[in-house]
């Protein structure tokens, strides 16, 4: 690139690892002064991390960073800022109970005494150079998340900085929002300052950016110019590998009815905002379908409902013919519904034994009168140890097994009920290629012994590896309810970013 | 080389040293109190802690001052187990030990076969009603049980003194103290011409049914998985608003006991000072017990011979009876920090040798 030879900021080689995980793997970022720099790639690719690096929160195992061309040491956020690097991240650092200007001089000021008044006038000038609209007396807690974004962002330019590194900065935003955020963007790059902008939303990045780079699995996959490229490119780079290698088993031949159905689900997510909307799904016997999505789209609380946890404001749930909306765990379960939840670990209880663990959702199975028949929980717990190749014994506590075994343990739980409706939410997230193959491969057994299976996953080679049909979710909406047979990633990659082809 | 700490369980022959290795740290802090008082330091600690072992008399009096905590602690356990932090187990006390009068008071014409369930019923059914309104509104309002049942103990503590004050104030001494409970209504000693009483086998008992409940029954394990893991256990189907609404009850009714117990086996009548604190030391004794039935009764156990003992020690060696309370709480503060060291291990290693257990620190 021929403006690529006065950088402002310069990561070389960047590598680090976390445990068995290389995060980021000799990754080459550079950001030009006056430039929206997107940083594009999936969950998991390296995108934070590389950010993180950059604004001192961790530190890189190699690499070098330089800053206007001069080797730094960024070894706190503190001397991230003393370079003028900010960030705003997805979580805000507020003080809820303080005011804007409180927040905004914290840490900055030992003047003693603190004279507000002349605070509040540096904060409102600092606004309106940037034509930030921000009441400096306001209270955080009155304030919407928008708003709050931009106080963060008002805080790192009260710190003068010149280089502003937003993590998904739209996640939060309603569009308005989104609007009002872009026409600051743009403001602060006609200034001569830098962002980057860490998203996977290819429309966003395709408005907003002047340059892009996607990573992949840590890695760069590419560093284009938006001009000089298109949506598909991108979803390709981010994605990855055109093409699959496994062939999956055809249908298992029997007529197909409905087991699972949403009709015009509607529900609320934890903060009374709609997570959901109208949301129809059916998943017959024998069939898998792949409900693909970016994480924080509706995924969570589909698995919820279906888990009995969250209640549905709106539509029907109903498992073969009967009804089950809002009913109870134990409702559900009985009319055949298996539930391996999304975060395993936080869904099994850790202190606990295998084998309590084993039989906690059927106690009624193996109690009578209240008295539990131990000798028939060990025979259990046994007996689905070695069907299901755990390496654990039944007495061993929960919480010392390794992420394949305890998925293992939740997998076996559910598939000894026999059931005739599956719900799998990100079943394989964090394990290792084998207990992943494991897990798949059960997948397949249960669909062609006439489960039906929803596969909810943030994966997409998972969804498209396993799944018949392949429904995408995007801002608590079915966007598309396809056959799995002649999807490309591509398009499921446009799809997930909101983007309807064609 | 060098010496290393790192986060791992303690070894075990470590855990089962503590207990000992407390006693010895906190009498070598305590000892210059006990010489500033003009006292030796190991007579003192003979007198507190294998005096009342070796003296029968004494004995039975440390399982008199235990009856109590053994009730309260478990009480507490209980509670904990089902992940329900009720901090109220004093209040409960009271309410038990006020139920337990108003009974007694009335069974001058009842055989003791009757008045003694009547008053261990009402005991039970005066602390779980006292349990009932904080149980309600953690689990229909979520409102956080540790404030409401900690602020309820005072209340209950206010209306006793009032009771005590007005229409039970003691017509022949105008002491605030009420009239005394009927004879039947008396627990039975279980040793003639000693305190130690019924209420001391009722303890073992309930004891021995709540270890029974968390360890052999479906609820246990319900209850248990709720403590543990609150979402796991919704998750699970279980029912968790029942299950711990159950557990607030019969904790507030093991508590209630306790009140009825000391009424009817040691005083005989109800007074403001009915507990010296049972209720909270039963959360120490519960914690110190790790929730587990058998833990709680050997800390019950020791918390009573350390009361008796203080009470040997101020007679026999003439030192203010407040040097028992100072002993007291300095050794449970140091058995609490010492229970932190069971998270670590020191260890002797070569540099670059990596750690055991090497996690990643993120």
Redesign the interface.
């Known amino acids: 690139m021929s403006n690529d030879t006065n950088p402002v900021v310069t990561m070389r080689a960047i590598s680090k690892?976390?445990?068995a995980v290389l995060a980021n793997d000799r990754v080459d970022f550079s950001l030009q002064a006056g430039e929206i720099h997107a940083l594009l790639g999936e969950n998991g690719a390296g995108k934070t991390t590389l950010m993180r690096i950059l604004y001192g929160l961790y530190q890189a195992d190699e690499g070098e960073i330089q800053v206007h061309g001069r080797p730094v040491t960024i070894n706190s956020p503190k001397s991230a800022i003393h370079l003028g690097i900010g960030m705003v991240s997805q979580h805000f650092a507020l003080v809820s109970p303080h005011t804007v200007t409180e927040n905004l001089i914290l840490g900055t000021t030992s003047r003693l005494p603190l004279d507000l008044e002349q605070a509040h006038a540096e904060v409102s000038a600092v606004a309106d150079e940037f034509s930030i609209s921000i009441d400096p007396r306001a209270i955080i807690r009155d304030l919407s998340v928008g708003q709050r974004q931009r106080v963060e962002i008002l805080k790192a330019l009260h710190r003068k900085a010149r280089v502003l590194v937003m993590d998904e900065p739209t996640a939060v935003l309603i569009p308005q929002e989104v609007e009002q955020l872009f026409s600051s963007l743009r403001n602060f790059k006609d200034k001569g300052f830098s962002v980057v902008f860490i998203s996977h939303k290819l429309n966003e990045v395709m408005e907003i950016t002047d340059r892009v780079t996607v990573l992949r699995g840590g890695r760069v996959a590419g560093v284009v110019s938006t001009k000089d490229t298109n949506p598909t490119e991108l979803a390709r780079m981010m994605v990855g590998r055109p093409t699959f290698g496994v062939t999956r088993k055809v249908g298992a031949g029997q007529e197909q009815i409905p087991a699972l159905v949403l009709e015009q689900v509607t529900t609320l997510d934890n903060k009374g905002l709609p997570a959901l909307k109208e949301v129809s799904l059916v998943v017959r016997t024998g069939e898998i379908v792949g409900l693909a999505g970016v994480s924080g789209n509706g995924q969570t609380e589909i698995a919820e409902i279906l888990?009995?946890?969250r209640p549905v404001t709106q539509g029907r749930l109903r498992i073969f013919d009967r009804d089950v909306t809002n009913a109870?765990?134990?409702a559900?379960?009985a009319a055949g519904l298996g539930?391996i939840?999304e975060d395993s670990r936080?869904?099994?209880?850790?202190?606990?034994t295998v084998a309590?663990n084993m039989v906690?959702?059927r106690?009624?199975q193996?109690?009578r009168r209240?008295?539990?028949e131990?000798k028939a929980i060990r025979r259990y717990a046994e007996a689905l140890i070695t069907e299901y190749q755990i390496k654990a014994s039944p007495d061993d506590r929960m919480r010392t097994l390794s992420g394949g075994n305890l998925q293992k343990v939740v997998l076996a739980r559910v598939l000894a009920q026999k059931p005739k409706v599956l719900v799998v939410a990100q079943p394989t997230r964090g394990l290792d290629v084998a207990a992943t193959e494991y897990i798949r491969n059960k997948l397949l057994e249960q669909r062609a012994e006439g489960a039906a299976i929803l596969l909810i996953s943030e994966d997409l080679d998972e969804i498209m590896q396993v799944s018949d049909r392949i429904a995408v979710i995007y801002e608590g909406q079915i966007l598309a309810d396809r056959a799995a047979a002649g999807a490309t990633p591509e398009e499921l990659g446009l799809l997930m970013a909101g983007v309807h082809p064609g | 080389m060098r010496w290393q700490i790192e986060r791992l369980p303690a070894p075990v022959w470590f855990r089962a040293v503590i207990p000992v290795l407390s006693i010895v740290v906190t009498f070598v802090l305590t000892s210059g109190f006990v010489l500033a008082v003009g006292a030796n330091p190991i007579e003192a600690a003979y007198y507190f802690l294998l005096d009342p072992l070796a003296n029968p008399v004494r004995l039975i009096e440390v399982l008199v001052k235990t009856t109590p905590l053994l009730l309260t602690g478990i009480a507490v356990a209980f509670a904990f187990s089902g992940g329900y932090w009720n901090i109220g187990v004093e209040g409960q006390l009271y309410m038990g030990a006020t139920a337990a009068t108003a009974i007694g008071l009335q069974m001058h014409d009842t055989p003791a076969w009757l008045a003694l369930p009547l008053i261990i019923v009402g005991g039970f059914l005066a602390g779980m009603a006292w349990a009932l309104v904080p149980a309600l509104m953690k689990v229909k309002l979520k409102i956080d049980e540790v404030v409401t049942t900690l602020l309820l103990n005072y209340v209950a503590i206010f209306i006793v003194s009032a009771i005590l004050n007005g229409p039970w104030r003691d017509p022949i001494s105008q002491w605030p103290q009420s009239p005394e409970i009927a004879a039947t209504a008396i627990f039975p000693r279980l040793i003639p011409r000693s305190r130690l009483h019924l209420g001391f086998i009722l303890a073992i008992v309930i004891i021995a049914l709540v270890w029974f409940v968390l360890n052999?029954?479906?609820?246990?394990?319900?209850m248990?998985?709720v403590g543990?893991?609150l979402?796991?256990?919704?998750?699970?189907?279980?029912?968790v608003d029942r299950t711990m609404l159950l557990v607030a009850l019969t904790s507030g009714g093991i508590a209630g006991l306790a009140g009825a117990s000391e009424v009817a086996g040691i005083h005989f009548h109800l007074i403001d000072a009915i507990s010296p604190g049972y209720g909270y030391t039963g959360i120490i004794i519960a914690t110190l017990g790790a929730l587990n039935p058998i833990g709680v009764s050997l800390a019950a156990f020791f918390i009573g011979l350390i009361d008796t003992g203080s009470q040997t020690v101020s007679r026999v060696l003439g030192v203010p009876a407040y040097l028992g309370d100072v002993l007291q709480a300095s050794l449970l503060l140091v058995t609490l920090a010492m229970l932190l060291l069971q998270g670590y291990r020191l260890t002797w290693r070569q540099r670059g040798q990596a750690p055991q257990d090497g996690?990643?620190v993120?």
């Open positions: 690892r976390f445990g888990a009995g946890l109870h765990p134990q559900m379960m539930r939840p936080a869904n099994i209880i850790g202190q606990m309590e906690v959702e106690l009624d193996f109690s209240g008295y539990l131990r | 052999r029954t479906a609820f246990g394990m319900k248990k998985a543990y893991n979402e796991a256990a919704r998750f699970s189907g279980i029912r996690r990643p993120e």
